[in-house]
């Protein structure tokens, strides 16, 4: 992939709220099929970072590319299309509760990328039994539990062809017997080549599947490398200490 174009790249990309600033002057390149683990420690900015990528949170200053096209961080429409194009999985799954499992799925390509009923219909029951839930089509999320939620909020982000997905820890409200379920779909995505950004706290599935590892503290990207290197020899002693943290508090880090 030497040479080639990242398909994501934020350039000096900073976000205040108010007189705080949560990204400081954050450059990041994401190459098309990659994974990249985002991690850091809670309020360091890995959920504004994400945000920024689909315009769920607006930079105040700084450039977005994605697949060759610039954003105009200052247009309402850019922002519009880059939130069809790109997906998110969110930590609590956020499904619309008032609608069928088959209806969340259908109604967004429906509306945004103008597929019949009958087409979107089908693209979401293939997408269903993909992860083992064409028998829940009907039900209401609700009458779902997490790891099933968050199967079906994937598919429903894959519904969209998305060039990329975002996801914002989406493991961290399930219960530890339904995480695998989840994690296992994330993999599968990963070995067909989607792209992906994962703000995570499982450090077996960064290690196993991260093409990359960042590392984010106050705002700022810390450091970077592939899983071996970047757990094997973390450079940074602020890396190092994020580390031995999250290992002493039992995380699956498989050191
Ligand atoms: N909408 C908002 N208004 C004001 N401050 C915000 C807003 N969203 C985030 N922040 C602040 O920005 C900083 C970064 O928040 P962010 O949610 O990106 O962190 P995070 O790394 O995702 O943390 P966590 O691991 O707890 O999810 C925090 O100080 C947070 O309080
Ligand atoms: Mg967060």
Redesign the pocket.
Known sequence: MTGAAPLISLKGVT?R??S?T??HDIDIEIEAGSVVVLI??????????I?CINGL?RPDEGALTVAGRAVDIHDEGAWQRLRTEIGMVFQDYALFPHLSVLRNMTLAPQRRRKLSRTEAEHEARKLLARVGLAHKAEDYPSALSGGQQQRIAIVRALAMAPMAILF??PTSALDPETISGVLDVMRDLAREGTTMIV?THEMGFAREVADRVVF?AE?RIVEQGPPGEFFANPRQERTRAFLANIRSFGEPAHA
Request: proline content about 4%; aromatic content about 4%; glycine content about 22%.
């Open positions: 976000k709220f108010g705080l949560v990204l850091g420690p809670s309020g360091s900015g890995k959920s504004t970072l945000r949170v914002d820890e703000v984010m705002g």
